[in-house]
């Protein structure tokens, strides 16, 4: 039963209606209403048609004003849903409101309109807001919620239902170069923005081109995300500082950053922990050009020569002020785009991590990239952070590229421990050298974490350094072309067990330095082996 009195069953029969009939939603005609003409019998079922309100849905003309009444109506009745029937209706800020509920119709698309000339004075994207004195902590888009298309701040049991389309056409990529750029006044650079939200439902729409976040949630509680299609020019979804939260079943496609990446950066003011977050059964990539992913055409992004792209991945960072807990993500899938990350490196914990049923195919840098560093982009007087307690299993990975095998990297004196990773199968594009097996990579401890940020490595499956407590089992390491780098290169590393791992028998399966309490054993391609300290060895 939702707050204002209709049951889920009414509300999902409803929509099922939408999908096959030419009546809307709520079997109400779709054709413009003024708020006296059928508003009583819409306020009557709680149901808010911003047709009613005076919104035209023609593209051209601006709908703000009218969306918002319409909100503020449903609000002012204790909660209701706004209909958009099948439309484009151009607009500004819209500003969501506690049990509210926006329902777009198929066919009906928010559209974000372009920023008025610079110089202008009226009209234009809510302005930002103040800068606060951590907003040097991180980028400007995430010290700011109001210059979205559509923003909330301190909301309870707030909705956006599908099947339509948000399109950020006119908004903000919030890039320094762009003009005007993202802080200037008037301009919005996200589609969704929630701030200090609880209860909150996305579901069964499409975002294209979302600005540099299709979704901000930054403080949210008990958030359900699924079945979104996103197709976008950052990042997909960013999910900041928040608790419980479901995302499942979404498709996301950022060519130039992340898909789906929980964050726990000081936006707040204080560090607050993402913690209790499952993402299961999405699709991630980067590799179509904007828009073709939705249209089902499915073009080739073409990127300028030398970028390391696509990006599109799931990554748990790089923001971690507060830290991570209580992670699982299962059953997704990676296409060209970069590995999974987990990143900390601004003095937090990234803890209690389960990573199961991954596939990963064509990966741009590294398919696993574990890092412990220090940046620490926040207040003074921070320590190193800990990433430990993660189990990886059943991850398969093919095509990946040569030079970035998976990592597992912390820094001197600040161990990633107890780490266990099984049922792996790792396909790289090999072709690596004796030169590439020869190379001592830098440790660019307060370095921005990159799987390209050491180079080229000497490894060929993993490189692990600064680590405690690691365990393989049932692991194969397989290259495409033929590649002279061990399968495992490891430095200062305590307590190592490998269990059944096949490696091929023409190239070395371990390059060791610096490592204590070590074993491998059940392997058909080399004999068991046990060593308590290791100052330097490869077999």
């Known amino acids: 039963m939702f707050s204002n009195g209709i049951t889920r069953k009414d509300f999902l029969s409803a929509t099922f209606a939408a ?25 009557a079922r709680d149901i808010f048609n911003v047709r009613s309100y005076g919104a035209t849905g023609d593209g051209k003309t601006l709908d703000t004003s009218a969306i918002n009444k319409a909100i503020e ?48 004075t009226t009209g234009g994207y809510d302005p930002a807001g103040p800068p606060q004195p951590w907003e040097k902590f991180q980028d400007f888009g995430h010290n700011h919620w109001h210059n979205s298309l559509l923003w909330g701040e301190d909301l309870h049991d707030v909705a956006i239902l599908g099947p339509g389309l948000i399109w950020g056409k006119g ?24 701030k200090n939200c609880r209860n909150v439902i996305l579901r069964d729409f499409s975002i294209l081109q979302g600005g540099h976040f299709g979704i901000l949630l930054t403080g949210a509680d008990n958030v359900t995300i699924d079945g979104l299609k996103i197709d976008t020019n950052r990042d997909g979804m960013d999910i900041d500082c928040c608790k419980n939260v479901r995302v499942s079943n979404c498709t996301v496609n950022s060519p130039w950053d992340d898909a789906i990446c929980p964050k726990s950066s000081f936006a707040l003011g204080y560090p607050r922990a993402t913690e209790n977050v499952t993402i299961s059964n999405c699709y991630v990539t980067g590799i179509y050009d904007y828009g073709t992913l939705l249209d089902g055409t499915f073009k080739r992004m073409q990127y300028p020569l030398g970028f390391r792209a696509p990006i599109g991945r799931i990554k748990c960072g790089t923001e ?24 900390t490196v601004d003095g937090a914990q990234i803890e209690d991590i389960a990573i199961t049923n991954i596939t990963m195919h064509g990966v741009v840098h590294s398919p696993l990239f574990l890092r412990l560093g220090v940046r620490m982009r926040g207040p003074q007087g921070m320590t190193p952070g800990t990433l430990k307690r993660v189990l990886i299993n059943n991850i398969v990975s093919s095509n990946a590229v040569a030079e970035y095998p998976s990592i597992i990297s912390g820094i001197p004196g600040s161990y990633i421990e107890d780490i266990k990773i099984a ?54 390491i397989a290259t495409v072309q033929p590649d002279a780098r061990p399968a495992f290169w490891m430095h200062d590393v305590k307590d190592a067990d490998l ?41």
Not at 19 to 36: D, H, L, N, T
Not at 176 to 188: I, K, Y
């Open 423 to 476: 049922d792996v199968y790792l396909q790289q594009m090999g072709g690596g050298t004796k030169e590439w097996a020869a190379l001592d990579p830098p440790e660019k401890e307060s370095g921005y974490p990159e799987a390209s940020m050491f180079g080229t490595l000497p490894a060929r499956g993993f490189f692990i350094r600064h680590a405690r407590n690691v365990e393989f089992s049932n692991i194969e």
């Open 19 to 43: 999908g096959i009939g030419s009546v809307s939603a709520w079997g109400q005609s779709s054709a413009p209403q003024s708020p006296s003409s059928g508003s009583s019998h819409e306020r």
């Open 73 to 120: 109506a449903a609000a002012a009745a204790g909660g209701g849903t706004v209909h958009f029937p099948s439309g484009t209706y151009l607009c500004y800020s819209i500003h969501l409101k506690s049990s509210v509920a926006l329902f777009l119709d198929a066919g009906a698309t928010i559209l974000a309109a372009s920023v008025p000339p610079e110089g202008t």
């Open 171 to 194: 908004l903000s990529r919030g890039d320094s170069n762009e003009t005007p750029r993202a802080e200037s006044p008037g301009v919005g650079n996200k589609a969704i923005a929630l």
């Open 499 to 539: 269990f059944r791992v096949k490696a091929g028998k023409n190239t070395a399966a371990y390059a060791l330095r610096d490592v204590k309490d070590f074993r491998s054993f059940g392997s058909h391609d080399f004999p068991d082996r046990t060593e308590d300290n290791i100052s330097s060895l490869e077999f």
């Open 320 to 343: 971690s002020n507060g830290g991570f807990k209580n992670i699982t993500i299962s059953n997704c899938i990676f296409e060209s785009c970069r590995g999974l990350a987990l990143e």
